[in-house]
């Protein structure tokens, strides 16, 4: 068993928007409560009806997305600075606008590619990889929900396979379900943070050493709250 602690605790509540970070979440069966819970669906002809996301438009990246308070809508803000709710009518053309695609809002619990799971990463995976590649690597360029410092040797989670769990306070995280265990990335880290500039050799160098693997995807078992500096115990299989 490996033991640390909740370093990060990161929500996105605009699919492929940029997040936020929070002090606390809850865990459910949609995964981290209001991650994912909202997205741009796309209504090019080729495109109409499927989601929007990095990697057909970068310039997504250029977006925040955070809640107010206990609010279930987002409120998103503009490369420009401004700061639009998710519920105003000039929204959708806004967006249409900046992004040059036109689009339509929608909302629905846990969005992700994956369903209803939650993201973890190891602090040791991350600073090892900072290491092999003689640069710094942003943490959001993976978007994480979890983020955690972890005695656990580096890239270990690259083996972690099902029945795997991992404890923090009463939540239960297991990887259990259909596409859970390790993460399978896609090009979307390549871009940094904001989407301005890519960085090829990171996806070349995931790929050739780390089989393009880099966190672990799992579900919440048994709900609750977490807390950024909870303990965490996590048993891997």
């Not at 080729?46 to 989601?51: E, L, M, N, Q, S």
């Not at 360029?141 to 029945?163: C, K, M, V």
């Not at 995931?206 to 393009?212: W, Y």
Request: hydrophobic share 40%; proline share 7%; glycine share 8%.
């Amino acid at each position: 068993m490996f033991e640390g602690s909740v370093q990060e605790l990161t929500r996105w509540p605009v699919k492929s928007l940029r997040g936020e970070e929070v002090a606390a979440a809850r865990f459910d069966e949609r995964g981290m409560v209001g991650d994912r819970a909202h997205a741009l669906v796309d209504l090019r002809e080729k495109r109409a009806g499927r989601v929007l996301t990095v990697r057909q438009n970068q310039e997504l990246l250029a977006w925040h997305a955070h809640y107010d308070g206990a609010a279930e809508s987002p409120t998103l803000r503009a490369p420009d600075g401004k700061e639009w709710s998710w519920t105003d009518p000039g929204l959708t053309a806004t967006l249409t606008e900046s992004l040059g695609i036109p689009l339509e809002l929608r909302s629905a619990p846990s969005q992700s590619d994956r369903g209803p799971t939650v993201l973890v990463t190891i602090d040791a995976s991350l600073k090892a990889l900072e290491e092999e590649l003689a640069a710094p690597v942003e943490l959001a360029r993976f978007r994480p929900n979890i983020h955690l410092s972890l005695d656990a040797p580096a890239f270990a989670e690259q083996d972690w396979g099902f029945g795997t769990t991992l404890t923090i306070g009463d939540v239960i995280l297991e990887v259990v379900g259909d596409r859970a265990g390790p993460c399978i990335r896609c090009a979307v880290p390549s871009w940094d943070p904001a989407g301005k500039e890519r960085w090829p050799k990171l996806q070349r160098w995931l790929i050739e050493q780390h089989d393009n693997k880099f966190g672990v995807i799992m579900r919440a078992t048994r709900p609750g709250e977490v807390r950024v500096g909870d303990h965490a115990w996590l048993q891997p299989v």
